[in-house]
């Protein structure tokens, strides 16, 4: 099969490095848009793929297309392939927001659809997809679309009622992360430590964390409990934590986060 991607931005790129990495496809059996001639030749450097300015080569060459566009440019785009695009085709969106309904209007035809959301840690293989697909989208084709997106990290099937909630709780979580990464740090650099030390114990804290979390399978409150000693340091941060809504205020950004991505 011949993968092809509209869009060759960051998440666009993660995804061809995991594909090429994993030797899920050979280079000749993947194919890029970019707008400009400088991304085609960024694509063909750095990958070795082949990388075009015609969004409609792609649709032409590809079995599955992936729209690795702005959200706002997806009705623009899919306007201008629809007539190029068959009933053999897959289309794989990572749109927030952009239901499947929206989308298969949008083509004004049957067409298999894939609905992803995945996020940035992809760049480092890490990533976290969610992925749910129309009736047309076969078994084998759906496992397909899982693979890719496995080759940078995890993916998931889930309902397309949850989409919203993939979107809160990792499409868009790292910022929140990164916000909490760097306020840790200047804590820490507000006792003495230099910056990019403090960066350092910072994120390597809440890279074991969260590894510590996944890999022993324990509840999130056993893990905090097993760090809080009676009288100790850590419960004292965590009771400044609750005072000030720590967890209060994740919950409601999460929330309006899920609730944006239902208007756009």
């Not at 990533?127 to 697909?133: E, K, P, V, Y």
């Amino acid at each position: 099969m011949k993968v092809g991607f509209i869009g060759g931005g960051n998440m666009a790129s993660a995804m061809i490095k995991g594909i090429l990495e994993k030797k899920l496809l050979d280079r000749e059996n993947l194919i890029v848009s970019h707008l400009t001639e400088e991304g085609c030749r960024r694509s063909r450097e750095t990958f070795g793929i082949e990388a075009t300015q015609d969004d409609l080569r792609v649709v032409d060459i590809s079995q599955c297309v992936i729209l690795a566009v702005k959200p706002q440019f997806y009705q623009q785009v899919i306007r201008q392939i629809r007539d190029n695009v068959s009933a053999g085709h897959l289309i794989v969106s990572i749109a927030p927001g952009k239901t499947i309904q929206w989308l298969e209007e949008c083509f004004v035809k049957d067409v298999k659809i894939v609905r992803t959301m995945p996020n940035t840690p992809a760049q480092v293989g890490a990533g976290m997809t969610g992925i749910c697909a129309n009736s047309q989208v076969t078994p084998e084709e759906l496992r397909m679309v899982c693979r890719i997106f496995g080759s940078f990290g995890k993916a998931e099937v889930l309902p397309e009622a949850m989409m919203d909630a993939v979107v809160s709780v990792s499409g868009s979580s790292p910022a929140y992360v990164f916000m909490f990464l760097e306020a840790l740090a200047d804590a820490a650099v507000a006792e003495g430590m230099p910056r990019q030390m403090a960066y350092e114990f910072a994120a390597q804290a809440v890279y074991g964390s969260a590894k510590m979390m996944l890999e022993t399978g324990l509840h999130p409150g056993e893990l905090k409990d097993m760090v809080c000693s009676p009288g100790g340091t850590t419960i004292e941060a965590v009771r400044v934590l609750e005072e000030k809504g720590f967890r209060s205020s994740i919950m409601e950004a999460a929330r309006a986060c899920a609730e944006k991505a239902r208007k756009l």
